[in-house]
């Protein structure tokens, strides 16, 4: 089992930069992709940004050219850098891993951006 904990949430005003990291215990052998989500009030959980096994990315398109996945396999870490902050990327994010048909999800960390 592997878990998973989050950290570098904080409150930033419009425009400013955070950089979320999510550290993982145990083994991380075999694991298929690693992501960060999010869901803001009322909404569903969404993806964000996704790492594949053979080191490929994914964004949504809401964050693309402005956030930036990343991993750091020597210390089982992934991070999520967040530049040009806007109030709707409020929210409380979310890192998750997969391993075949096993999910992990981080406990998350909150995110807001003051206009």
């Known amino acids: 089992q592997v878990q998973l904990v989050e950290s570098g949430g904080g409150l930033v005003q419009t425009g400013g930069s955070l950089r979320l990291s999510c550290a993982a215990s145990?083994?991380?052998?075999?694991?298929?992709?690693m992501g960060w989500y999010r869901q803001a009030p009322g909404k569903q959980r969404e993806l964000v940004a996704v790492?594949?096994?053979?080191?490929?990315?994914n964004y949504a398109d809401s964050v693309k050219g402005r956030f930036t996945i990343s991993r750091d396999n020597a210390k089982n870490t992934i991070y999520l850098q967040m530049n040009s902050l806007k109030s709707e990327d409020t929210a409380v994010y979310y890192c998750?891993?997969?391993?075949?048909?096993?999910?992990?999800w981080g406990q998350g960390t909150q995110v807001t951006v003051s206009s």
């Open positions: 790492i594949i096994a053979g080191g490929s990315t």
């Open positions: 145990g083994s991380i052998f075999g694991i298929n992709s």
């Open positions: 998750r891993f997969v391993r075949g048909f096993t999910v992990n």
